[in-house]
């Protein structure tokens, strides 16, 4: 499932860059098809202040893109995992990225079959936040290995997670060797459409296959009513039942959660646990911060 939908995000990458930059010549600067065909052919001679006009073009989206792109699930996967952590459910953070990625996947397609219809920011959007609104990586990321700790001993933890790992690993250089090929044997639709069905093949392989770990805590079971009296919760009126879901919604978006959640980070404990983990994540944002 993961390798499903790393594999993909990498794969389309590069004809997403070739997209922008194609729309952003031929849409949005309105250049001609001489001009725009060298520059795609890499072939600059004489089209150098063009050149610049389309890469400063595609800079300047790919600014706000970016801060999209990170920004917000930073801040989802705050509230995203106090619930899943809350409710024990896993299945559900690890399935909304991937539906993310297919709903960018299909709305590049769209763009691409509008191409002179549609500009440049319109692929950018489709691009940055359907991801953004679904979590992303960030939220896969987090999903998988906290379904791993669920379902693993302590004796086999460290293999599984590095299996996991070798996936992940895997799956950026194959997507990123299969990318530049494929992209010039079939074109965009043929890249993008790829990746939709790898997208598709992972959320039906997650939905069946992957089961939620063993005593799963439900949903505001502390709140929940006992079964004599739940049977009663059908006749509730129409306005009973919204109040419950903004309720529900409103407790999801809580502050005390993430409150919570820096708490259990950063608690004391014994060997300098507080030190450990903030040195851990000095050195995760210095050794990846870099790569981004």
């Given at each position: 499932?993961?390798?499903?939908?790393?594999?993909?995000?990498?794969?389309?990458?590069?004809a997403t860059q070739n997209l922008n930059l194609e729309k952003a010549c031929r849409v949005n600067l309105g250049y001609s098809d001489v001009v725009c065909s060298a520059l795609s052919a890499r072939n600059t001679s004489g089209f150098e202040e063009e050149e610049t006009a389309v890469q400063q073009l595609v800079a300047g989206m790919q600014t706000w893109k970016l801060a999209l792109q990170s920004g917000l699930p930073t801040l989802l996967i705050l509230f995203l995992g106090a619930w899943s952590d809350r409710s024990g459910l896993r299945k559900p953070c690890m399935l909304l990225p991937i539906v993310g990625e297919f709903l960018t996947s299909v709305s590049l397609i769209i763009c691409t079959y509008w191409f002179y219809e549609l500009p440049m920011e319109a692929a950018g959007v489709s691009e940055a936040l359907w991801p953004a609104i679904t979590g992303g990586w960030f939220t896969m990321f987090m999903a998988v290995f906290s379904y791993i700790g669920d379902i693993t001993?302590?004796?086999?933890?460290?293999?599984?997670?590095?299996?996991?790992?070798?996936?992940?690993?895997?799956?950026?250089?194959?997507?990123?060797?299969?990318?530049?090929?494929?992209?010039?044997?079939?074109?965009?639709?043929?890249?993008?459409?790829?990746?939709?069905?790898?997208?598709?093949?992972?959320?039906?392989y997650g939905l069946v296959v992957i089961k939620e770990a063993p005593n799963?805590?439900?949903?505001?079971?502390?709140?929940?009513?006992?079964?004599?009296?739940?049977?009663?919760?059908?006749?509730?009126?129409?306005?009973?039942?919204?109040?419950?879901?903004?309720?529900?919604?409103?407790?999801?978006?809580?502050?005390?959660?993430?409150?919570e959640t820096f708490r259990v980070a950063f608690k004391k404990g014994a060997n300098n646990r507080q030190k450990r983990v903030t040195v851990l994540m000095i050195i995760v944002m210095v050794v990846v911060g870099p790569m981004y």
């Open positions: 499932m993961v390798a499903c939908y790393i594999m993909p995000s990498v794969l389309a990458s590069l001993t302590v004796e086999s933890r460290t293999l599984r997670i590095g299996a996991v790992n070798v996936f992940l690993s895997l799956s950026v250089p194959i997507g990123m060797a299969l990318s530049g090929i494929l992209y010039i044997k079939i074109g965009f639709y043929g890249v993008f459409s790829i990746s939709t069905v790898c997208y598709i093949m992972s959320f039906i799963v805590k439900k949903p505001n079971e502390n709140v929940t009513l006992s079964s004599s009296s739940s049977s009663s919760l059908s006749g509730r009126s129409p306005k009973s039942k919204m109040a419950s879901k903004c309720a529900t919604i409103v407790d999801f978006f809580s502050f005390r959660h993430i409150e």
